[in-house]
């Protein structure tokens, strides 16, 4: 286990957990917002013993998880409008909750909930199947085609699990207005996928086989 490793993904989850924290609650103007906090459990709870699980047994992937430079400028860009979703949505459900714009019954909270908690264990079978799942698109050393799991069903089920947890965070919040900013993550994705599948098709042995083999790149009968 690299020791520097260890603390820069200690200093990266620390410092995710305060931005999200100041954007959720400085907003709403009170501590006392328990969707805020059920929000910050679901995702920095298991984050933080998956974070664990990976320094153990998979430094190597938890290393490609935690460089986020994106070299190529198209995905750079999709990238700024992503946190600027993120930025604002979070800003906007504080707000909702201070004033009170919109306010969902709680089964609302439980269905999104239940939907994240499963989404996030997905997530955790899409890492364990693919251990070339770097967060920028790039092809690493010694990189083979996966097609098993969730990729014998189609060829992003890291994009696809995403978009099930992106959108239940604002309805979380209780956020329906920031549910409507975060429907902007989808076309973000679609985008994404078109210029990552491009380098692919281009310097990744077998990927176009798989293509055939594998019709549907985010939705199963739809994309």
Not at 29 to 37: E, H, P, S
Not at 54 to 75: C, S, T, V, W, Y
Not at 111 to 135: D, G, H, P, Q, W
Request: proline fraction near 3%.
């Amino acid at each position: 286990m690299s020791i520097k490793l260890f603390f820069e993904a200690i200093c990266k989850y620390l410092l995710g957990f305060l931005i999200v924290f100041v954007l959720i609650f400085l907003p709403c103007g009170t501590l006392n917002y328990f969707y805020g906090w059920l929000f910050m459990c679901l995702l920095f709870v298991p984050m933080f013993f998956g974070g664990i699980v990976l320094m153990i047994f998979n430094p190597k992937l938890l290393a490609l998880r935690l460089n986020g430079r994106e070299r190529h400028q198209d995905q750079k860009e999709l990238i700024t409008i992503s946190g600027l979703m993120f930025f604002i949505g979070f800003i906007v459900a504080g707000l909702n909750f201070h004033f009170k714009w919109i306010v969902l019954d709680d089964i609302w909270v439980i269905i999104s909930s239940i939907i994240f908690i499963i989404s996030y264990i997905m997530y955790a079978f899409v890492l364990k199947e693919n251990t070339f799942l770097a967060r920028t698109i790039e092809i690493v050393d010694n990189q083979e085609v996966i097609d098993k799991g969730l990729y014998s069903i189609v060829r992003h089920p890291m994009y696809m699990v995403t978009i099930f947890m992106f959108l239940t965070i604002p309805l979380i919040l209780n956020s329906l207005i920031s549910f409507f900013i975060f429907l902007i993550y989808p076309f973000v994705i679609v985008k994404r996928i078109k210029g990552e599948e491009k380098l692919l098709l281009k310097q990744l042995k077998g990927y176009d086989d798989y293509c055939k083999k594998v019709k549907y790149k985010l939705i199963p009968y739809i994309y």
